[in-house]
């Protein structure tokens, strides 16, 4: 009787936040899970060239949040969206957190090129950092990754 009532009280939540009713509060306290930039480009990208620019633009943008927070992920997320509204996401999770622009830019860069020869002209490009520790910059080695690239 009583995982029943609770299994109703439930539904009936669940219900409610799907009808956009939630009444707890809110809680801006929470840690972050992540940052990431994104932009929707006014003419719709065709050249793998001008792909990676826009992604190594949001790396440094996503640099700079970090690096202000003094928090450094180990996750680093792609979002490619087609003109046709198509969204692929890309991601790579290193070891350790990634502690320089470089290693960001550089990891972002080799996400997008897997989405590459382009199916069709892009419309958004997005860069995300998840997977936070401690939230502090530790003396630890830059993350390498390896994304086996054929010799």
């Known amino acids: ?47 793998p060239g001008e792909v990676e620019a826009g992604v190594e633009a949001l790396a440094d943008e996503v640099w700079r949040w970090c690096e202000e927070a003094g928090t450094f992920g180990r996750t680093v997320t792609v979002k490619v969206r087609y003109a046709d509204f198509r969204t692929l996401t890309r991601s790579r999770t290193g070891a350790g957190p990634i502690v320089s622009r470089p290693a960001l830019a550089g990891a972002a860069v080799e996400l997008v090129r897997g989405v590459f020869p382009l199916e069709k002209r892009v419309r958004l490009l997005g860069v995300a950092v998840s997977g936070f520790g401690a939230g502090e910059r530790e003396d630890d080695a830059q993350v390498a990754f390896d994304f086996g690239r054929p010799g």
Request: glycine fraction near 6%; avoid cysteine; hydrophobic fraction near 30%.
């Open 1 to 47: 009787a009583y995982l029943a009532a609770d299994l109703l009280d439930h539904a009936a939540h669940l219900h409610a936040v799907a009808r956009g009713e939630d009444h707890r509060p809110v809680r801006p306290d929470r840690p972050r899970k992540s940052a990431g930039s994104e932009t929707t480009y006014p003419r719709d990208l065709g050249d």
